[in-house]
């Protein structure tokens, strides 16, 4: 006799086998699984896929700033319009200073009350109204990640959020091209809008630059990635074909053949150097000859007689009256006038016979 106990345990064994054989998938390669096919996009969410609507009726709500009330009141009535198209009502409390968000009976979507609460998230963090309802569509999602408690320091805060911004928002401008988001930096929240991916490096990006890591090396690990994937070869090796100087115009098309060149015959006919003798002719020739030399011989002339044009004198100076010394010193002449005269006289009385060793001649001339 089996005991109770056994024949449970054999149960229960029966049992899980038959469950690992019913879990147990068919013969399928796990790469056909994890591939998604080119140009796939997953169907839009409709009423005909939840026909009943919601049974209970799901809320939100979020305070802005008192610097967004004016803002808020002028562009309302545009985001009730793109909420009621899902069916989702959207008050605003200026006294309270909040924003709220709710479904309703018709709401069919049961995920647009959460991407309602994004757009009023975002727009109470200072996004333009034009960017943050691009929420609202199904393959873009939304981060605000808060930077206010990472560093303690307020000068040095502020120091890494402006870099996090660059000169005239240039690194700011890079990240988005490189991750197709919108970011908006604000206060101490950064917010982003993207592809779910792109979400991914905007916050590590926005994390790492303020633990003091400069954003330009994330940026650039960014665009080696792009240049991975989509790589840009250029064609180094291929030597370009030079152009020709003049380029050669090609006319257009004509079913009618070119007109028939004129013959030395018919030149002369029209000139009527056809009707001329040999003698005439041949005057002719020595004449046009003659006239070209003439012209090379007037042309050379004139080079000639450049060499004998005197040039331009300057304008004599007349030379202030008074005595004139005229030094030879070893056998080189130097006029010095009156003046300077008097002061080398005052030199040789001082400095005698070493003067006389050098100064050959001294003449006055008054």
Not at 192 to 197: D, M, N, Q, R, Y
Request: net charge positive.
């Amino acid at each position: 006799m089996a005991s109770p106990s056994l024949e449970r345990r054999e149960k229960g064994a029966g049992k899980s086998e038959f469950r690992n054989q019913k879990t147990k998938p068919e013969n399928q390669d796990e790469s056909e699984l994890l591939t998604v096919p080119d140009g796939w996009k997953e169907p839009a969410f409709s009423k005909e896929d939840n026909p009943r609507g919601l049974l209970e009726e799901s809320s939100f709500s979020t305070l802005f700033p008192k610097y967004r009330e004016a803002y808020l009141k002028e562009c309302w009535p545009l985001v009730q319009k793109a909420l009621n198209e899902h069916h989702v009502n959207a008050t605003l409390d200026l006294i309270e200073g909040s924003m709220t968000v709710c479904t309703t009976k018709k709401t069919f979507d049961p995920y647009i009350i959460i991407r309602a609460r994004d757009l009023i998230k975002l727009l109470a963090r200072s996004v333009s109204f034009e960017q943050a309802v691009r929420i609202l569509q199904d393959d873009v999602a939304c981060d605000i990640i808060k930077i206010g408690s990472l560093v303690r320091n307020k000068e040095r805060f502020v120091k890494r959020r402006q870099r996090l911004i660059g000169p005239k928002g240039s690194t700011l401008k890079a990240l988005e091209l490189l991750t197709n988001c919108y970011i908006m930096v604000q206060g101490n929240t950064v917010s982003a809008i993207g592809p779910f991916s792109g979400l991914k490096e905007v916050r590590k990006v926005v994390l790492d630059t303020m633990k003091n890591i400069h954003p330009i090396y994330n940026i650039k690990s960014l665009m080696i990635k792009r240049e991975l994937i989509f790589p840009q070869f250029k064609h180094k090796n291929v030597n370009k074909r030079k152009e020709p100087k003049k380029k050669t115009v090609k006319k257009e098309y004509t079913p009618f053949p070119p007109p028939q060149p004129e013959s030395q015959i018919d030149k002369e006919l029209a000139s009527g150097e056809y009707f001329l003798k040999a003698n005439q002719k041949k005057r002719q020739k020595m004449e046009a000859i003659k006239a070209k030399q003439a012209e090379a011989i007037s042309k050379k002339q004139e080079e000639r007689n450049k060499a004998f044009i005197p040039p331009k004198e300057k304008p004599i100076v007349k030379p202030k009256e008074g005595f004139v010394l005229v030094v030879v010193v070893h056998r080189r002449v130097f006029f010095i006038n009156y003046y300077i005269f008097v002061c080398f006289e005052n030199f040789v009385l001082e400095s005698g016979i070493y003067v006389f060793v050098y100064i050959t001649t001294i003449v006055i001339i008054h």
